[in-house]
């Protein structure tokens, strides 16, 4: 009798498990241009009334030789052969800014990748989220900043080995633009002017060692937005 009670005990933990989290904006397919860097939200709540530790682990995918896959949160990344992680939330904890970055390499196509999520201790529970990713060999330069003086385009390719571009438009000649980058501990490494009289900045990242960096827009002497730039060497 006392074995069956721990059996029923043991049975009701585990169904309880099973409804102890929620996958929230699930997002099936995604869309990025060839040397640019696609993130694959990861975004998790815990339902239950207890904290617990989940694991996301990537368990296939069919990216080829020149392309990288590694997960994020928020600004640290893990090394690409890293194939799970883990997170402590507390009960009603939302997971944020967990991503899966893929580097989309040269060559265009279509590739899946797969990952499964559950509770430490019960794989048994998990939920499977398959997405899918169309690589265009066009790259997508989306306008990251717009006004009737100047628009700006995102900066190309990212990740980036050695050179990037940055295209803009200025038109107004009332307007002073730049570009400054700096490492995650705040350290201006570049700095670039945005002539009203040119179209494009090149943006040289040749001797700046692999990691995260950030580029800031500044209009007048003001900045107006800042976006994640990955070096790769």
Request: with cysteine.
């Amino acid at each position: 009798m006392k074995h069956l009670v721990i059996l029923l005990l043991v049975l009701a933990g585990s169904e309880g498990f099973s409804q102890s989290f929620e996958l929230l904006e699930k997002q099936d397919s995604y869309q990025g241009g060839v040397s640019q860097a696609v993130n694959i939200a990861l975004k998790i709540k815990n339902t239950s009334d207890r904290p617990q530790f989940y694991i996301f682990r990537k368990i296939q995918d069919d990216l080829n030789g020149n392309q990288k896959g590694y997960f994020c949160l928020d600004k640290k990344c893990l090394e690409g052969d890293t194939e799970e992680f883990s997170k402590r939330l507390e009960p009603g904890e939302t997971i944020q800014n967990l991503y899966f970055t893929v580097e989309t390499g040269l060559v265009s196509g279509q590739h899946s990748i797969r990952f499964e999520i559950f509770p430490r201790g019960f794989p048994a529970h998990a939920i499977e989220h398959q997405v899918s990713i169309v690589i265009d060999d066009r790259p997508i330069k989306a306008r990251i900043f717009n006004s009737k003086d100047i628009s700006v385009h995102d900066i190309y390719p990212n990740p980036v080995t050695d050179q990037a571009t940055i295209e803009y438009s200025v038109h107004s000649d009332l307007v002073k633009a730049k570009v400054v980058i700096h490492n995650i501990l705040g350290k201006v490494v570049g700095d670039y002017e945005m002539p009203g009289a040119e179209t494009k900045v090149k943006v040289m990242t040749e001797d700046l060692p692999s990691g995260v960096y950030f580029y800031t827009l500044y209009i007048n002497n003001e900045g107006v937005l800042t976006r994640k730039l990955i070096v790769r060497k």
